[in-house]
């Protein structure tokens, strides 16, 4: 059973930082492809940044440029570096790892960025 911890959530003001992380049970090279999702209150889940296992990154377009992800040292973990935080990009974010038959997912942190 693979299993997925998020953690690093937390309430930090406009403009501010916070890196999330991704602890896996597994080699994350053992996935097709990491990422990160976020859910805001009423709205749909949707993907934010996702590395696949060669290498390549995507973003969605309301982070390019602010938010980064990136595999851990360790090789069982993602990070997402968000900087510029904005009040639209609070929600629980979600680590997602896709296995070859079914995804996987954290238990979500939640991200609040207030003054």
């Known amino acids: 059973q693979v299993q997925l911890v998020d953690s690093g959530g937390g309430l930090v003001q406009p403009g501010g930082s916070l890196r999330l992380s991704c602890a896996a049970s597994?080699?994350?090279?053992?996935?097709?492809?990491m990422a990160w999702y976020r859910q805001a209150p009423g709205k749909e889940r949707e993907l934010v940044a996702m590395?696949?296992?060669?290498?390549?990154?995507m973003y969605a377009d309301s982070v390019e440029g602010r938010f980064t992800i990136s595999r851990g040292v360790a090789k069982n973990s993602i990070y997402l570096e968000m900087n510029s935080l904005k009040p639209e990009d609070t929600a629980v974010y979600y680590c997602?790892?896709?296995?070859?038959?079914?995804?996987?997912w954290g238990q979500g942190t939640q991200v609040t960025v207030s003054s």
């Open positions: 997602n790892a896709q296995g070859m038959v079914r995804p996987y």
């Open positions: 597994r080699s994350i090279f053992t996935f097709e492809s």
């Open positions: 590395l696949t296992s060669s290498g390549n990154t």
